[in-house]
């Protein structure tokens, strides 16, 4: 079942069930995978829907942030709230141990040995664990240990 179709039955549950907590960040990933799906002109693959959902989090986390500094501690709680329904349509995170493999071998073939061939390796990283549910700042503080060796 793709996801599209996964977020309609969640939908419908909700609706069912006068969840509004659930039912916002519902509607607005079927939103988002609709626009999407318009945007590209056929339906979208699973890696597609799943990075149009990652999107929707990484907007949540950065809305936290500003909120937080922002002190509105209402508005923290509704993002957390939407990003812990978003992640239920996202495959777990990768494993931290298999990313620090993929960044060592970035780096051996590259033959990195400083910072300053950091976004080298990235690109390289990015590239081998693409399609996977990683995080670009996890990725990035890994690579930037592993060159400092911090």
């Known amino acids: 079942m793709d996801l599209l179709a996964r977020v309609d039955g969640a ?3 909700a609706m ?3 969840d509004r907590v659930t039912l916002a960040p519902l509607r607005m990933l079927k939103t988002a ?3 999407r799906r318009v945007e590209l002109g056929r339906a979208l693959d699973d890696v597609e829907a ?3 959902a990652t999107s929707l ?3 949540r986390r950065d809305s936290i942030e500003q909120f937080s500094r922002a002190g509105r501690m209402d508005l923290v709680e509704r993002e957390r709230a939407e990003i812990a329904v978003l992640e239920t349509f996202l495959p777990p995170p990768m494993d931290e141990a298999d990313v620090v493999c993929a960044i060592d071998t970035a780096i051996a073939e590259i033959g990195a040995s400083s910072p300053t ?3 080298r390796v ?3 990283v990015m590239a081998q664990l693409s399609g996977q ?3 670009g700042a996890t990725v990035s503080r890994l690579v930037k240990q592993r060159l400092t060796g911090a």
């Open 133 to 135: 549910p990683v995080d």
């Open 50 to 52: 799943q990075r149009v």
């Open 11 to 13: 939908m419908t549950a």
């Open 16 to 18: 069912r069930a006068r």
């Open 117 to 119: 061939d950091m976004g």
């Open 57 to 59: 989090v990484k907007q």
């Open 33 to 35: 995978l609709v626009n």
């Open 122 to 124: 990235m690109k390289r």
